[in-house]
C-alpha cells in the first residue's frame, strides 16, 4: 500500500477584517428609521452591521436562516432578544403563538403584539441579517414591516432583495437609506488595507472590482492562480476558493465538507487534533473558511461552494443522510428538510418527519411543515402517508373540520401499527369531528388516539377530547374516561386546568354542583398554564356555572379572566361566547339593558357564522330575556322556528325546555308539556332538567297547587342549580305568590331574590330590601326614556305622545319601571333616578 500523498502545508497567514470608517460615518450621520445594506452576496454586509451593531444600545440581533420563513420562529427570537435586554416577552409570545390556530396565516395580530413587547421594553434597534431568506416568505417580511410600523424604534437590514416594505417612495423621502452594491464595494485603499503588501495587490483588486469577498479569499491565497488571470469577479471567487481548499489537508477538507452539512453551530464529527497539535478547526480558521468569531459558521458563498464539491464526491448522500441523523438529534428541522430536498434523501422524508411533527406542530411552525409537505408532493416519487397528515392539520387549525376529519381519518386507518403519529391522526380527526357535533365519530378517535398514544402529552390531549365529547353526548363511558384523566391531572398545570373544565361539565350532566365546586386547584394552576384557549375555557366553564348557581358576582369575576384573555391574546372566536355569557349573566341580574346589548352581539355573530350553537344560544337567551321582562309572546317568536341547527344534544334540549316554559307562561299547557318531554328526551342538562320543573311548577300554579313548585325549589337546591328558578318566577308572578305562602321556601326566595337583586319580587313577597343598583343597570332603554320623561313631570299620554306610543303601552312600560326599582310611586322612582345622576 502506499501512503496518502498530503497537500504541502501552507503558511498560518491571519484573515484579515478592516474597519470601514466611511461606511460607519454613513451609518452614524442618518436619521432614517431604516438602513438598508444591499448588495450580492459577499458584499461585507453582515460584517459592517456587526461591526456598527457593537457601538449601538438596545440592539437585537436575528440572524436569518430557512427555518426563520416561519413566522413562529422569527417571533420566537424577536422575543429572546427582548429578554436578552431585560425584558419580559418570550412567555407572552410562547402563549400569544399557542393561542394561533396557524400563526403562519395570522403573521398581522403577532406583528402587532411583537410591536407592542418592543415598545413595552424599549428597544432601540432591530438588526436583522439575511433579510433575503425571506424570499420565499412574504408572511415573515410582512410582520417585519408591520413591526418597523408601529415600533419605535429602528432597524438596520442586511439583504440581498429589497423588502417589500421599503418601497421607493419611502427612500426619497429618507425614511429609509440603502446602502447599495456600489457603495459596500472597496475601494483602493481598502483594497490595499485587505491584501496587505503584496506585490499583485494592485491587480488583484482592480480584477475583483472591490468585491469584499474576493479580496477576502485573495488575502488568504499566496498568488493568483494562472487560469484565473484576467477572470471576471464571480470566475476569481471560484478560482481562489478551489486553490485554497485544494491547498488544505485531506482531514480539513473533510471537516469543512461535514461543516458545509451539519446544523448550525454544530461541530462536524471530525473536529480533533491532528499531528501538528493544531486542531481541525483552527486550520480551516487560518485558512479564511470560517468565521474568526464562530468556528462553526460558514460564509453562505463558501457554503454553497463546498456543497458543490460535495456533488462531486461518490459519498456525498452518505454524508448528508449522517448530517440528516445530527439534524434530528439536535431538532434543527429545516436544516434536515434542506438536506432531504436537496441531496434527494426520499428514504428519510418519513423518518424525519416522524421526529419533527409533534414539536413543530406544538410550537405552531406550521409553515416550516406546510412548506416542506408541498415540496415532498411536488417530486416524483411517492410521499409518506404522514405527509397527508399535514394538510389535515392546516384543514382542522382553518376551520375546514369536514375536509380535516375525513383526511385524518384516512391517514390514521393507513398508518402502520405503533407508528409515532397514528395518535396525532387520531386526535385531528376527533377535533375535527367535535367542531361539527359529531360527538359518536369524535369519540370513537379519542379513543384511538388513546390507545395509540406515544407520549404523555399524546394521552393527556387523547384523554382530554375523549372526556369532553363523551360528556357532551352523555354517554355511560364519560365516567371511566374521567376516571383516567383524574389519575393523570398532576402530570401538568395544563392537565390540572383541563381536568377541571372537564369535570365542571361532567357535573353539569350529573350531580349538579351542590358538592365543592373544582376551582382551587385550577386558580393556582391557571398562571402557570401555557396555553391561552385552555384558560379561557375553564375560565368561561366556571362562570357559566357560577352564574347557573346564581352566584352572579363571582360569575362576574371569572367572566372578567375571559375577557383578559380574549383581549391579551386577540382570541376572536372566542368572542361571541363571552358575550352570551355576559348577557346570561346580566340577565340573571336584571341588567336587562345590557342583556339585550349581549344577546344582540351574538345574534350579530351568529348571522356572520351561521354555526349552529350561536344561533341557538341567541334564540335561547332571547326568548328568557322576553320572559324575564314579561314578554311570552315575544318569547314564543324567538324559539318558534324548527330547531335543525348542527349543535350538540343540551343546546337543542335547552332551545325546547325554553320553548315549553313560554307555552307554560302563556297558559297553552298541552303544547308545553308535549315539548317538556321532548325535550327530556334529549338531554340530562341540570339547567334543562330545572327548566321543565320550573314548566311544571308554573302549571302547578295556574291550579293553585303548591307541590310542583315546592318541588322545583328542592330540585334546584340539591343540585344548585338557581337560574331556571329565577327566570321561572319573574315570567310567571303567580308561581312567586305561591312559593311566598310556604314557610320553607321562604328562606330560599329572600336569598335568591339577594343575589339577583329582584327587589320587586322581594317587596311582592313581604322581604325587606333596599336595591343598590342604578336605573341604568335595571331598565331597558325605552323604559330609561320614559322615566326620564316622568321626571319631567310628563303625564302618561304626553309621554305616549312623545315618544309615539299608545297610552297603555306607556302604562306598561311604568309598571315595569317600578316593579324594577322596587319602588311604589311616580316620586320615588325619580327620586331614585336623581340619586344616580
Not at 480533533?272 to 480558521?285: F, I, L, P
Not at 398554564?529 to 369575576?557: C, G, H, I, M, N
Request: with cysteine; hydrophobic share 45%.
Amino acid at each position: 500500500m502506499t501512503a496518502a500523498i498530503e497537500p504541502p502545508k501552507r503558511p498560518r497567514r491571519e484573515r484579515r477584517i478592516i474597519e470601514r470608517p466611511r461606511l460607519t460615518k454613513l451609518l452614524d450621520e442618518t436619521e432614517a428609521r431604516v438602513i438598508l445594506l444591499l448588495a450580492p452576496a459577499g458584499y461585507g454586509k453582515t460584517t459592517l452591521a456587526r461591526q456598527w451593531a457593537k457601538t449601538l444600545n438596545g440592539a437585537i440581533w436575528i440572524s436569518l436562516t430557512p427555518a426563520h420563513r416561519d413566522v413562529a420562529t422569527f417571533a420566537r427570537d424577536v422575543a429572546a432578544g427582548i429578554d436578552s435586554l431585560g425584558g419580559n416577552a418570550a412567555a407572552f409570545v410562547s402563549d400569544f403563538l399557542s393561542a394561533r390556530k396557524n400563526p403562519q396565516r395570522e403573521g398581522t395580530a403577532i406583528a402587532v403584539a411583537l410591536a407592542d413587547r418592543l415598545s413595552e421594553s424599549r428597544i432601540q434597534w432591530l438588526v436583522i441579517d439575511d433579510h433575503h431568506e425571506l424570499l420565499q416568505a412574504p408572511e415573515v417580511d410582512e410582520v417585519i414591516g408591520v413591526i418597523q410600523e408601529r415600533a419605535p424604534l429602528r432597524m438596520l437590514i442586511a439583504s440581498r432583495t429589497r423588502p417589500s416594505w421599503a418601497t421607493s417612495r419611502r427612500i426619497v423621502y429618507g425614511e429609509v437609506l440603502e446602502i447599495e452594491r456600489s457603495v459596500l464595494a472597496m475601494d483602493d485603499a481598502e483594497a490595499r488595507q485587505m491584501l496587505g503588501p503584496r506585490p499583485d495587490a494592485a491587480e488583484v483588486s482592480a480584477q475583483a472590482a472591490g468585491w469584499p469577498a474576493v479580496l477576502a479569499l485573495a488575502a488568504a491565497s499566496e498568488n493568483v492562480p494562472a487560469n484565473a488571470v484576467g477572470a471576471m469577479p464571480g470566475m476569481l471567487y471560484e478560482y481562489f476558493a478551489e486553490e485554497i481548499f485544494r491547498s488544505a489537508p485531506q482531514r480539513v477538507q473533510q471537516y469543512l465538507l461535514e461543516l458545509a452539512l451539519v446544523p448550525e453551530s454544530a461541530e462536524p464529527r471530525s473536529s480533533g487534533a491532528d499531528d501538528t497539535e493544531r486542531s481541525v478547526s483552527d486550520q480551516a480558521r487560518e485558512l479564511g473558511f470560517v468565521s474568526l468569531d464562530d468556528p462553526t459558521a460558514l460564509h453562505p458563498l463558501l457554503r454553497e461552494f463546498l456543497l458543490q464539491k460535495l456533488v462531486e464526491r461518490r459519498d456525498a448522500k452518505e454524508l448528508a443522510a449522517s448530517a440528516v441523523t445530527a439534524c434530528i438529534s439536535s431538532e434543527r428541522w429545516s436544516r434536515a428538510f434542506e438536506l432531504i430536498l436537496r441531496f434527494t434523501l426520499s428514504e428519510y422524508v418519513g423518518t424525519v418527519l416522524e421526529a419533527a411533527y409533534k414539536p413543530l406542530v406544538r410550537s405552531g411552525r406550521f409553515g416550516t411543515l406546510s412548506a416542506f409537505a408541498a415540496s415532498i408532493k411536488g417530486g416524483t416519487s411517492l410521499p409518506p402517508v404522514a405527509i397527508d397528515l399535514v394538510d389535515a392539520d392546516l384543514a382542522l387549525h382553518e376551520g375546514s373540520d369536514a375536509v380535516a376529519f375525513a383526511i385524518a381519518s384516512r391517514v390514521a386507518r393507513n398508518m402502520p401499527e405503533g407508528h409515532e403519529l397514528a395518535s396525532r391522526a387520531w386526535a385531528v380527526a376527533g377535533q375535527s369531528a367535535f367542531a361539527q357535533g359529531e360527538l359518536q365519530e369524535a369519540q370513537d378517535a379519542y379513543q384511538h388516539a388513546h390507545t395509540s398514544a406515544s407520549d404523555d402529552q399524546d394521552l393527556a390531549e387523547a384523554l382530554y377530547g375523549w372526556a369532553l365529547a363523551a360528556i357532551q353526548s352523555e354517554s355511560n363511558s364519560a365516567e371511566e374516561v374521567m376516571r383516567e384523566f383524574r389519575g393523570l391531572r398532576h402530570n401538568s398545570p395544563l392537565d390540572i386546568v383541563r381536568y377541571s373544565t372537564a369535570e365542571l361539565a361532567r357535573r353539569r350532566f350529573a350531580e349538579g354542583f351542590r358538592k365543592p365546586l373544582p376551582l382551587g386547584e385550577a386558580m393556582v394552576s391557571l398562571r402557570h398554564t401555557p396555553d391561552p384557549r385552555a384558560r379561557s375555557s375553564f375560565a368561561f366553564t366556571a362562570s357559566y356555572v357560577l352564574a347557573l348557581q346564581s352566584e352572579y358576582d363571582k360569575a362576574t369575576e371569572m367572566a372578567q379572566l375571559v375577557h383578559a384573555e380574549i383581549e391579551e391574546f386577540n382570541l376572536d372566536f372566542a368572542r361571541p361566547y363571552s358575550d352570551w355569557n355576559d348577557a346570561f349573566i346580566a340577565l340573571g341580574l336584571r341588567r336587562f339593558g345590557a342583556a339585550e346589548r349581549g344577546v344582540q352581539l351574538v345574534e350579530d355573530a351568529a348571522n356572520r357564522s351561521s354555526l349552529g350553537f350561536h344561533i341557538l344560544n341567541s334564540r335561547v337567551l332571547r326568548a328568557r330575556l322576553s320572559l324575564c321582562v314579561g314578554d311570552p309572546d315575544s318569547a314564543l317568536r324567538a324559539v318558534v322556528a324548527v330547531d335543525r341547527e348542527a349543535a350538540i344534544p343540551s343546546m337543542h334540549g335547552e332551545y325546547l325546555a325554553t320553548r315549553a316554559l313560554a307555552l307554560a307562561v302563556s297558559g297553552d299547557e298541552d303544547r308545553a308539556l308535549a315539548t317538556a318531554r321532548e325535550a327530556a328526551q334529549l338531554t340530562r342538562a341540570v339547567e334543562v332538567r330545572l327548566l321543565l320543573d320550573a314548566v311544571s311548577a308554573i302549571l302547578g300554579a295556574t291550579h293553585g297547587d303548591p307541590a310542583a313548585p315546592v318541588a322545583l325549589l328542592e330540585h334546584a337546591a340539591a343540585l344548585s342549580v338557581w337560574d331556571p328558578v329565577i327566570t321561572a318566577l319573574r315570567a310567571h308572578t303567580p308561581l312567586a305568590d305561591i312559593l311566598a305562602e310556604v314557610p320553607e321556601a321562604r328562606s330560599h326566595l329572600e336569598e335568591l331574590y339577594a343575589r339577583t337583586k329582584d327587589t320587586g319580587l322581594a317587596r311582592r313577597a313581604g322581604f325587606r330590601v333596599r336595591s343598590s343598583r342604578t336605573p341604568a343597570d335595571v331598565l331597558s332603554p325605552r323604559e330609561l326614556e320614559v322615566l326620564g320623561l316622568i321626571a319631567r313631570g310628563l303625564r302618561n299620554r304626553d309621554i305616549a305622545r312623545a315618544l309615539v306610543i299608545s297610552e297603555s303601552t306607556t302604562k306598561v312600560h311604568v309598571r315595569h319601571i317600578l316593579e324594577k326599582l322596587g319602588v311604589r310611586t311616580r316620586t320615588q322612582a325619580v327620586a331614585r333616578l336623581e340619586m344616580f345622576e
